[in-house]
């Protein structure tokens, strides 16, 4: 048994075994590292830089929106060896999220189903915390609308929300793709998402001509459930808008590939990620790859070297992890890197 997995096995039992009491509680320790954090940072730490978007990352596994909302543990997730970060997803208002329970582990599929809601402090409240952090990576934040506004008020929503962050990431993250916010999923339609765009854009270049910069990059966060042909809709209006890149995918309302002892979760409401998003997730990073020349960040099903490899492979620039860190630990994000950097041919 290896060392991760002892401590993978005591973190699965804070709060009684509650999963989302552990996740806070994980962070929150992560978050008072501190002194610490140096020795961490020498063992995990690879360097493997790549170039997307205009930015450069010290290595391409990033961690996904999800892990920390509200950027509790900013200073630990580089330690850890993530060569960039991305926080929230925030809405412009502060919201409690969805009632609980909302975090299932489903162990034997390596998988997990949230329906958390964009539980968060508030897009202001995150502006406040991120104008003391230093960057030591480049830093995405996932934008998303709060649940009380009505959706034909969502530009506004997300407009507020890009005004209160923009001085301090370095990407955002157009989240129109998560299944725990009603109505959020019909902003990746082609009328919606247009005008959501074009007004996310326009403001973006507004706030940066007022810094005398360049723009920073937007990306649009999708859903695996999508269509070849819906996902082709949504890539034309990206082009169209002058979106950066595209990050594919978020989590998934099917439930196939669950493992017998897990088949008792499977109707529980909310997203899927893990190991049963493995070959979808991909499918839609390839098709992506193929029908756009817009960079992808790879995102889904992501527990070993091997699945990063083919996503690689079928064109993603970067990959992000999240629920194959909770299974697989730190030491994941340190070999996707190493062998990243070891890989013949890189692309980048």
Known sequence: MGVYELIRRGLFRFGGGDAEVAHHRTTAILAKAGPLLAPVRRYFSV???????????????????????????????????????????VTAR???????????????SEAVINRMGFNNAGAEALAARLATHRRTVPLGISLGKSKVVPVEEAVED???????????????AINVS???????RGLQDRKALSELLAELSLESRAMAEKDRGRPRPLLVKIAPDL?????????????????????????????????PGDQHLAAEAGGL?????????????????KHTSLPVIGVGGILDVADAARMFDAGASLVQIYTGFIYRGPGLVRRISRHRRDSPGRRD
């Open 273 to 289: 990620s893990g190991r049963p998003l493995t070959q979808r997730a991909l499918e839609v990073v390839s098709f992506v790859h």
């Open 178 to 184: 998560s299944p725990n916010t009603p109505g959020l």
């Open 158 to 172: 997300y407009r507020t929300s890009l005004r209160a962050l923009y001085p301090y990431g370095d990407y955002f």
């Open 47 to 89: 360097d493997a830089p790549v170039e997307a978007f205009g930015l450069r990352f010290p290595n391409p596994v990033g961690l996904a929106a999800g892990m920390d909302k509200d950027g509790i543990a900013l200073n630990a997730w580089p330690a850890l060896g993530f060569g960039f970060v991305e926080v929230g997803t």
């Open 227 to 259: 269509s070849d042909d819906a996902v082709g809709e949504v890539l034309e209006v990206c082009e169209e808008h002058g979106i950066s890149g595209i990050i594919a995918t978020n989590t998934t309302l099917s439930r196939d590939g669950l493992a």
């Open 94 to 108: 502060p919201q409690p999220g969805n009632p609980k329970p909302r975090l299932f582990r489903l162990v034997g």
